[in-house]
T-cell receptor, first 113, second 109 residues
Framework: DAEITQSPRHKITETGRQVTLACHQTWNHNNMFWYRQDLGHGLRLIHY???????NKGEVSDGYSVSRSNTEDLPLTLESAASSQTSVYFC????????????FGPGTRLTVL | AQSVTQPDIHITVSEGASLELRCNYSYGATPYLFWYVQSPGQGLQLLLK??????LVQGIKGFEAEFKRSQSSFNLRKPSVHWSDAAEYFCAVGGGFYFGSGTKLNVKP
């Protein structure tokens, strides 16, 4: 069965370190998204991609970067982790149609000390 | 600016009672509208979605939602809540760009 996975599921890091969160989907979807979820804010879009070599900034992109070298993967990098980036991160994918369902990964809980 | 508002942060209902979760949106064009559910420690799962046509949309697990353009609303309903419906519910508009802040549903036995 097709799926979307995230790794690691839990991560503790220190301020200033670079961190990369992995997202892998086997749906063969063109669109991939990264969100962060914080209490009271719902899901906020960090970055998104409409296909290989395409990346775009979302609402809260400062301090984050992504790259899309193949269809299956969209890793999220925190260049220099800050305590304000402690959050739960979700990856999602969908087909190229903007009204299509998004399929979400299980999330990564990141703590920055 | 586009946005989604879920006015109720927490709602508690008794098992067997009816449920309505509110969602208001601001969007320039005819919106694609979604409701997702998130169980504790899980990702989000689609309940239902609206593209066009019939304004009453049926979803999984006995949920339905009604699109009201005049009120810019897309409220989620269920006639009889089950204990397993306890979760957080998110309204979303567009192709993944705008989510509400969520409504946490508690179900009393």
């Amino acid at each position: 069965d097709a799926e979307i996975t995230q790794s690691p599921r839990h991560k503790i890091t220190e301020t200033g370190r670079q961190v990369t969160l992995a997202c892998h989907q086997t749906w063969n979807h063109n669109n991939m998204f990264w969100y962060r979820q914080d209490l009271g804010h719902g899901l906020r879009l960090i970055h998104y991609s409409y296909g290989v070599q395409d990346t775009n900034k979302g609402e809260v992109s400062d301090g984050y970067s992504v790259s899309r070298s193949n269809t299956e993967d969209l890793p999220l990098t925190l260049e220099s982790a800050a305590s304000s980036q402690t959050s739960v991160y979700f990856c999602a994918s969908s087909t190229g149609f903007s009204g299509d369902t998004q399929y979400f990964g299980p999330g990564t809980r990141l703590t920055v000390l | 600016a586009q946005s989604v508002t879920q006015p109720d942060i927490h709602i508690t209902v008794s098992e067997g009672a009816s449920l309505e979760l509110r969602c208001n949106y601001s969007y320039g064009a005819t919106p694609y509208l979604f409701w997702y559910v998130q169980s504790p420690g899980q990702g989000l799962q689609l309940l239902l979605k609206y593209f066009s046509g019939d304004t009453l949309v049926q979803g999984i697990k006995g949920f339905e939602a009604e699109f009201k353009r005049s009120q810019s609303s897309f409220n989620l309903r269920k006639p009889s809540v089950h204990w397993s419906d306890a979760a957080e519910y998110f309204c979303a508009v567009g192709g993944g760009f705008y989510f509400g802040s969520g409504t946490k549903l508690n179900v009393k036995p």
